[in-house]
């Protein structure tokens, strides 16, 4: 692929938040699966774990606990991406703490443009009640919830948003 190939991928990628309903299939989530395994991870720890929720009830909870976000129940499939602290806390100490966090949200970003790649809808959604999702899921408290990553066919395309101009993320040498 050539870089301009490369980058109109990017940028035909955007957030979705209206879905038909439609599950992603096993094969699928194993394609997703093996692209995460391929990111970058603080000391090869690979400090994150999933959660695939495809059943009705699960998606409903998970909009409710999303602050009642409701068109995360259309996704279809949602994976929730948990940061393992104690993979990376064995070898870093306090420190691990943030290259989970760290590991975990790559890991999400290699699976959200997998699912580009594959031609579904996906949105990153950040804002939940992080304890009634761990209570829900039985997520064990050496991992965190920190993501979920909505999957799915999209009802209908959104335009990509306004960025800023790159040049205003640089500094140079110094802030």
Known sequence: ?????????LKSRSSIRSYTGKKISREEIGYLLEAATTCPTAGNREAWDLIVCQQEDLLEALADAAFDQQFIREAGTVIVICANYVRSMSRYGERGILYAVQDATIAGTYMMLAAHALRYATCWIGAFDEDEVRELLGIPQH???IGLLLIGEAREQAGSPERMPPHEHLHEDFW
Do not use: K
């Not at 692929?1 to 991928?9: I, K, P």
């Open 143 to 145: 991992a965190r919830p």
């Open 1 to 9: 692929m050539e870089s301009s190939e490369f980058l109109g991928f």
